[in-house]
């Protein structure tokens, strides 16, 4: 596949695979609330200032306590989901900035999420440890370098392909 040319086009593709989810019942969240809760926002301030023509894809509410109260995108295990997508649109052509995807899994589960940050351009995390794209495996304090995915690539893994292995 290839990449979209405008923000609203990766707007559609990440809302399309939520959608496809729900269809294949992966995902309990509809399409009326995927269209509620999958929507435009302002970049952080910081990507901001880097890239003013910025914008930003946020699906469902990021909560730092990840209380199931905040859950929004919903998969059919029970696990939830969020994420933020920056990017910019220069002469047709889109460029990714950052982006951040969580999984959050019920409370008895370990680890209990998994996020995978793609850092914008001389980040901190990219500068001081080689990592502008990682995942943490649970906790924040704790990076593996990941290899940079599109975010519908990465939004598929966590919705479809990431899954917690059921007591044997």
């Known amino acids: 596949m290839s990449a979209p040319k405008s923000v609203s086009k990766l707007h559609n593709r990440l809302r399309r695979v939520l959608q496809q989810a729900y269809q294949a019942e992966q ?11 999958v929507r435009f926002d302002e970049p952080p301030d910081d990507i901001r200032k880097q890239s003013p023509n910025a914008w930003a894809i946020v699906g469902g509410r990021k909560d730092f ?24 649109e220069i002469r047709g052509e889109l460029s990714v900035i950052a982006y951040s995807f ?7 589960a370990n680890p209990r999420f998994v996020r995978i940050d793609l850092n914008q351009p001389d980040h901190k995390n990219d500068a001081e440890r080689g990592k502008r794209c990682h995942l943490h495996p649970g906790h924040d304090d704790i990076q593996i370098a990941w290899q940079e995915q599109s975010p519908e690539d990465v939004l598929t893994f966590l919705v479809t392909d990431l899954r917690a292995i059921k007591e044997r």
Request: hydrophobic letters at 40%; aromatic letters at 10%; proline letters at 2%.
């Open 27 to 37: 995902l309990s969240t509809g399409p009326a609330d995927i269209e509620k809760y």
């Open 65 to 88: 306590k990840r209380l199931s109260t905040s859950a929004q995108l919903l998969r059919e295990d029970g696990a939830w989901l969020h994420f933020s997508v920056s990017v910019e």
């Open 102 to 108: 969580e999984l959050v899994f019920d409370q008895s």
